[in-house]
């Protein structure tokens, strides 16, 4: 089980620094070509811009895994411990039902855009290709939230211990 978590980790932090230094390193290009050549490259905007967007819904999982979400902590700071573990409990239930309901959703759209036939303008990307990060990311970012739930009921993390034991 250990070696599958490393490979997650290693594919969520490979795959989403690449695709986002890609976009970066693509829009540094797109610069390049238009002010200093003033040869611009339509492709470039779309391209760079498909991988952001990969690379930033890629390191959602991520972020979580790491605890780096924006977070308004006013009320959770004022709870007693027990408060703590039932608000831990319950934001990530929802937010496990939450991504239930956004890979489903991103898979409909996903096949709509399959069935459709939809091509990007400047370069032909099928646009399904480009709606399929949404489904992957839900799954990625659901199981965090399944492996959070679980350290939370084995009370493996300090933060999320259980004071009602």
Known sequence: MKVLMKIWAWFEEIFSGLFFGAG???????????????HPQAWVEEVARYSIIWGTFLGFGMAL???QHIQVDILYDRLNPAGKYILNLVATALSIIFC?????????LVSAR???????LEV?????????????????????FIERLVNILRRKDEEYANPLN
């Open 24 to 38: 970066v390193l693509l829009i540094f290009y797109g610069v390049f070509m238009r002010y200093v050549l003033n």
């Open 65 to 67: 895994k790491h605890n």
């Open 100 to 108: 239930l309901i956004y890979t489903y959703y991103g898979w409909n």
């Open 114 to 120: 399959l069935n459709s036939g939809m091509v990007s």
């Open 124 to 144: 032909g990307i099928p646009m399904w290709i480009v709606y399929l990060i949404l489904p992957i990311s839900g799954v990625l970012f659901l199981l965090r």
